[in-house]
Antibody, heavy 122, light 107 residues
Framework: EVQLVESGGGLVQPGGSLKLSCVASGFTFSGSAMHWVRQASGKGLEWVGRIGSEANSYATAYAASMKGRFTISRDDSKNTAYLQLNSLKTEDTAVYYC?????????????WGQGTLVTVSS | DIQMTQSPSSVSASVGDRVTITCRASQGITSWLAWYQQKPGKAPKLLIYGASTLQSGVPSRFSGSGYGTDFTLTISSLQPEDFATYYCQQADSFPFTFGQGTKLEIK
């Protein structure tokens, strides 16, 4: 079964840091681009960023509002993608999802993890 | 960034109804559009990609169409399990932006 499982969410104070993990199973993780998407309570989906595969030199890209504060990385030996959240703000409170980007024949996100909740509050 | 605008924001319908949701891109994205279904407390689920290709396992009452800037998601005969929020998403260029969502409610 193709599956993604996130972990690492929790309560953190403004200005703090948190590292989220996304463990993949059931597919060739090393050949897949991985993305992070977040969703504040009652709001829509917001793309956070991505990391490409080794074939794409592990290229990263981020949403403008998160660039410089968030870092995406991966460890293909552990089938795991990471999202490092730094300098957190209250508006970063959201459920964070990881998802795989399929490119053939056309791009789409599938599957999605169950999400992990990050709450930024004092 | 490409802006994605869905309409309506919410719609009330009955089991058996035909429902159409529209998504408009701020610039042409050819067929690089996907539709997702999300139920409360759950992750989004891929329904349609490439504007009109049905994801494996998705019921045939779901269909998508469109090209360029204007797209539609149609549910031909609503079932109880279809009441959810639907999002369109462009995969033409980064950042991969989503529409604001359309909440489909029971009338």
């Amino acid at each position: 079964e193709v599956q993604l499982v996130e972990s690492g969410g929790g309560l953190v104070q403004p200005g703090g840091s948190l590292k989220l993990s996304c463990v993949a199973s059931g597919f060739t993780f090393s050949g897949s681009a991985m993305h992070w998407v977040r969703q504040a309570s009652g709001k829509g989906l917001e793309w956070v960023g991505r990391i490409g595969s080794e074939a794409n030199s592990y290229a990263t890209a981020y949403a403008a509002s998160m660039k410089g504060r968030f870092t995406i990385s991966r460890d293909d030996s552990k089938n795991t993608a990471y999202l490092q959240l730094n300098s957190l703000k209250t508006e970063d409170t959201a459920v964070y999802y990881c998802t795989r980007l399929l490119n053939i024949p056309i791009s789409r996100f599938d599957p999605w993890g169950q999400g992990t909740l990050v709450t930024v509050s004092s | 960034d490409i802006q994605m605008t869905q309409s309506p924001s919410s719609v009330s319908a009955s089991v058996g109804d035909r429902v159409t949701i529209t998504c408009r891109a701020s610039q042409g994205i050819t067929s690089w559009l996907a539709w997702y279904q999300q139920k409360p407390g759950k992750a989004p689920k891929l329904l349609i990609y490439g504007a009109s290709t049905l994801q494996s396992g998705v019921p045939s009452r779901f269909s998508g169409s469109g090209y360029g800037t204007d797209f539609t998601l149609t549910i031909s005969s609503l079932q109880p399990e279809d009441f959810a929020t639907y999002y369109c998403q462009q995969a033409d260029s980064f950042p991969f932006t989503f529409g604001q969502g359309t909440k489909l409610e029971i009338k």
